[in-house]
């Protein structure tokens, strides 16, 4: 195998991996929207979780791990919607903040 060869199959393993663990971390960046909600007596609308950012954080050890923003919609009635944000670090969360009506916002910190 050539030098390029090796290259090229790295790169398409590297791409598969960061797919494979997108979609795992998207999973699990839905499964904390939905736990967010329930406990704020809100609906989740149309899993609109969607990925706006990905950054590169440091977990407490000092690896450093990739840092995802979501975005995800919700609402009390149906009709209204608002807008909340989750931070995965790797797979765990560091923070979900819902943006509630009446102007009140609530943080739900790290859960490992």
Request: with cysteine.
């Amino acid at each position: 195998m050539s030098f390029i060869d090796g290259v090229v199959t790295l790169l398409l393993a590297g791409l598969c991996w960061f797919w494979w663990d997108s979609l795992k971390v998207r999973e699990r960046a839905i499964r904390l929207a939905l736990r967010a909600c329930e406990d704020a007596k809100m609906q989740l609308l149309d899993h609109t979780v969607a990925l706006k950012k990905i950054w590169l954080g440091r977990r407490p050890n000092g690896r450093i791990a990739l840092l995802r923003f979501y975005e995800f919609e919700f609402s009390s009635t149906g009709d209204e919607r608002h807008k909340g944000l989750i931070v995965v670090l790797g797979m765990a969360q560091q923070y979900v903040t819902m943006n509630l009506p009446q102007n009140r916002t609530i943080t739900m910190d790290q859960d490992v």
